[in-house]
């Protein structure tokens, strides 16, 4: 059986050289290309060079030459990237994993139109534990549709889009659950906000200091109790394995938007 074929954007940075660590260790992938931006430092060094492994693959700041000889891209940089890439992929019939967040209303329609031509798989966040959250959360909705969600996430400081997406796709959970709009009933902040909850409020906090990896804790609150569902990232390392299973995942399917739900048998 052949190898699947990746390339991994954003190569010299922590999920980069995670995601690079993981797949020299997996027999049914093998790295190909390793792309950072132009000026990098990291620019024509080994791919596994921070890690102290020899990949003999290179980081290049110009990987256009190896997409038709590659089966997917794994990308977790920022949306201008993922967009230049994705839509050279769609070209070059390349199956995609996104891990990129931030992306704006427009740039989301341009990722569905592109799942047309090639598969894509993108998700907020690749923990298999996470999306299992989101699973108890959408039916912990179903069946508390007269309780209160409130979603409370914290990052390390340099993390630049808030809430995280990881947030957002768990207010979505809720809403989903409770068949209301997420659009409508997100609140983001109530500073200023003279009123009291209404009904269906999903509200949303954010912390970003110090190194924090990733937390997460939809607290789900009723009247004489609360029940609090959370999860806490210690390593970046969750998140890669669950890139890795996507990138197994869609590598031989047809066009289509898939999301880790449907890497991990959720729905």
Known sequence: MSKIKVIILG????????????????????????????GSHAVGNDAGYFIGKETKV????????????????????RPE?????LKKASDQKVAYVIGTTGFNSSELDSIQQLSQHIPICMA???SVGINVLISLVEKAATL?????????????????????GTALRLGQAAADGLN????????????????????????????????????????????????ELTHKATSRLNFASGALKAAKF????KPKLFDMQEVLNLK
């Open 180 to 227: 209301v709009s997420l659009e409508k009933n997100a609140i983001f902040t109530r500073y200023g906000r003279e009123e009291k909850r209404r009904d269906n409020e999903i509200g949303f906090s954010t912390i970003r200091a110090g190194d924090i990896v990733g937390e997460h804790t939809v607290l789900i609150a009723g009247n004489g109790e609360r029940i």
């Open 58 to 77: 290179l980081i290049q700041d110009n990987i256009d030459h190896l997409l038709s000889d590659s089966d997917v891209i794994i990308d977790f940089t």
């Open 250 to 253: 869609i590598a031989n399917q």
């Open 144 to 164: 508390l549709p007269e309780y209160d969600f409130e979603v409370i996430e914290a990052h390390h400081k340099h993390k630049v889009d808030a809430p995280s």
């Open 11 to 38: 190569a010299s940075g922590k999920m980069g050289q995670m995601l690079i660590q993981e797949i020299i260790s997996d027999d049914e992938l093998v790295l190909v290309g390793a792309h950072d931006i132009k």
């Open 124 to 126: 907020p966040n690749m």
């Open 81 to 85: 990237g993922t967009m230049e890439f």
